[in-house]
């Protein structure tokens, strides 16, 4: 033990974090133990690094800027989205096609205890839980096309035995639960403005999921690549859990990106405002990519094609698909980080749980949509909002669970 918490302190010295273990003559065996064992496993030069990069500004001008091609599923007539609906259903019904859900948050902006998925919207004539709904959706495609599609649901350390139990409390609502696998993300320490890791409690330092850019190499390091190419899996489906409108298995999507020779897809919805804060696709050095929300200014969002077609108002509402290769390819990739300022209660000088009055630490993320730009071209289909985006994000903004819930019940009775 003590030869372990000198190698910890040496490391903490060196990175001035030595009030890690401050409270440790404080901690029993199993505590002291745990606490060294997780600052072994931190890499704090990575932490500091990315801490360092994100100070700086993405160096890209206006000229870096072009609009990514966009087409609207409401101009097909009727006989074309027939003919890409076939092609998405006989690669589903050869059982290539396989479903990602991407679940590792908490439903805490819900003010809600637990896995966001476990949340559940107050539905006629019963409550549903988000991840009953997810269930349900791709349970249905499984029905019309006769296959049951492999499930694959990424959580996070913080949620991944909550979530595992609440599926068993359930009996997976009748999904063959051979066809379902959880698997974790990663994370990384948070860190305050003066380049603090903080203490979640006296024996653990507090971390946080790193993103849902981490599925692919997620994937990779569980072994879901490996079992989806021995699966003679082809194509897959990625998307968060908190949207009760996401197909999950778009058979139009799906063959339109096939028939079409692309190996990533991705839809978007119309931003209505042009200030809201959505992020919104467009070309960055010519490649496939999202322009944050802090980056648009008036004249970017207005901006017009000589059709007046609007050039940078295609939103991100986190519904792709990709080929088995582009997966692959993706989880070798070291995705860039962005940085978030959150608020965070830690441990103070005394030993006590402090909750802050306003954000005191940053949290790193890469998200899913930084390995477009790994690639020449990508898909991009706009979709009506009513019909398939109905996210619960808060109680205070304008993806609340009443507007879910309405759009959601709207959508099915009618």
């Not at 360092?52 to 072009?66: G, I, K, Q, T, V």
């Not at 139009?252 to 931003?271: D, E, H, R, T």
């Amino acid at each position: 033990m003590y030869n372990k918490l000198q190698k910890v302190s040496d490391i903490l010295e060196k990175y001035n974090q030595k009030h890690l273990i401050q409270f440790y003559d404080e901690l029993d065996d199993n505590q002291k133990e745990a606490l060294l064992n997780q600052i072994l496993s931190i890499n704090f030069q990575e932490i500091f690094d990315l801490y360092d990069a994100s100070m700086l500004p993405e160096n890209f001008s206006l000229n870096d800027l072009s609009p990514l091609e966009h087409i609207e599923k409401s101009n097909f007539p009727e006989e074309e989205i027939r003919f890409y609906s076939n092609i998405g259903e006989n690669l589903i019904k050869q059982n290539s096609f396989a479903v990602v859900t991407m679940a590792g948050g908490q439903g805490t902006r819900l003010g809600y205890k637990g896995p966001k998925g476990t949340y559940k919207l107050d539905l006629k004539p019963e409550k549903k839980s988000l991840f009953q709904i997810m269930c349900e959706d791709i349970k249905m495609a499984n029905s019309m096309y006769d296959v049951t599609i492999p499930w694959y649901i990424m959580t996070s350390t913080e949620n991944d035995e909550q979530t595992k139990r609440f599926f068993e409390e359930n009996n997976y609502w009748g999904y063959p639960k051979k066809a379902i696998k959880f698997f974790t993300q990663g994370k990384l320490p948070i860190i305050t403005v003066d380049k603090k890791l903080i203490l979640q409690e006296l024996y653990l330092v507090k971390e946080a999921s790193n993103g849902n850019g981490n599925v692919f190499e997620s994937m990779k390091k569980h072994e879901i690549l490996d079992e989806l190419e021995s699966k003679n899996i082809k194509w897959v489906s990625f998307g968060g859990i908190d949207n009760v409108l996401l197909k999950n298995v778009d058979t139009f999507f799906l063959g339109l990106a096939i028939n079409n020779n692309y190996c990533i897809a991705s839809k978007s919805i119309f931003k209505e405002k042009p200030l809201e804060k959505t992020a919104v696709y467009c070309r960055k050095y010519g490649k496939p990519s999202i322009l944050d929300y802090d980056d648009i200014n008036i004249g970017l969002s207005v901006k017009r094609d000589s059709n007046g077609n609007y050039l940078y108002r295609e939103a991100n509402m986190l519904s792709h698909l990709m080929n088995i290769d582009a997966i692959k390819k993706v989880s070798d990739v070291n995705l860039r980080y962005h940085r978030a300022y959150k608020k965070n209660s830690f441990i103070n000088e005394e030993g006590m749980k402090q909750v802050p009055d306003d954000p005191n630490t940053f949290k790193f993320e890469n998200f899913i949509f930084d390995a477009f730009s790994y690639f020449d071209d990508m898909l991009l289909l706009r979709v009506n909002a009513n019909e398939e985006f109905a996210p619960i994000k808060d109680f205070t903004g304008i993806y609340n669970p009443d507007t879910a819930k309405e759009k959601y019940e709207k959508f099915y009775t009618t």
